[in-house]
Antibody
């Protein structure tokens, strides 16, 4: 069964950092791109970043470029999102998802809430 | 990286058919056949229901159908059911290895 299990959300102060993790099971993790997507309260989905299957290539949305870093460990079937310089606008539910290149995303993790507040 | 344009809300009655639109530009929807659609019940993980404009993943009801014309993609749900009530998002590859989502459409059945 395809599954993505997320962890690492929580409350962080403005300017702080947080690291999200996502562990995959049920498929050959190293064959797939992975991506991160978020949904701010009352807003739509926003694509944030992707990492290629080997980890050699990454790219980011302009809104997080320079602040967020995506990485993966294929030996541990995990992908991470390091988030720095967090602001109130980063408050959202964050999802990891398996990506068929950048064409479609399936499955998605259960989501983890990140709240940036003093 | 401007969001794709979707109507904020749509409503329909059980048994009806309903179509959602998703409007982009030649740099995203119009430039690639990489439009996908996701069904999102609040509090749950979004679910892929259409990929590459018109393909349905295994296990997705054939009541869901996708299409595209120029810079506008569309999702049609035939025979609306109460369980279809959810938020629906389109997304598209948008060049330079980026992806753009629509703002989402809330379906009320």
């Amino acid at each position: 069964q395809l599954q993505l299990e997320q962890s690492g959300g929580g409350l962080v102060k403005p300017g702080g950092s947080l690291r999200l993790s996502c562990v995959a099971s049920g498929f050959t993790f190293s064959d797939y791109y992975m991506t991160w997507i978020r949904q701010a309260p009352g807003k739509g989905l926003e694509w944030l970043a992707y990492i290629s299957s080997s980890g050699a290539y990454t790219n980011y949305a302009d809104s997080v470029k320079g602040r967020f870093t995506v990485s993966r460990d294929n030996a541990k079937n995990s992908v991470n999102l390091q988030m720095n310089s967090l602001g109130a606008d980063d408050t959202a539910v964050y999802y990891c998802a398996r990506a068929y290149v950048l064409e479609w995303f399936d499955p998605w993790g259960q989501g983890t809430l990140v709240t940036v507040s003093s | 990286q401007s969001a794709l344009t979707q109507p904020a809300s749509v409503s329909g009655s059980p048994g009806q058919s309903i179509t959602f639109t998703c409007t982009g530009t030649s740099s995203d929807v119009g430039g690639y056949n990489y439009v996908s659609w996701y069904q999102h019940h609040p509090g749950k993980a979004p679910k892929l229901i259409i990929y590459e404009v018109s393909n349905r993943p295994s296990g997705v009801s054939n009541r869901f159908s996708g299409s595209k014309s120029d810079t506008t993609a569309a999702l049609t749900i035939f025979g609306l059911q109460a369980e279809d009530e959810a938020d629906y998002y389109c997304s598209s590859y948008a060049s330079s290895n980026t992806v753009v989502f629509g703002g989402g459409t809330k379906l009320t059945v």
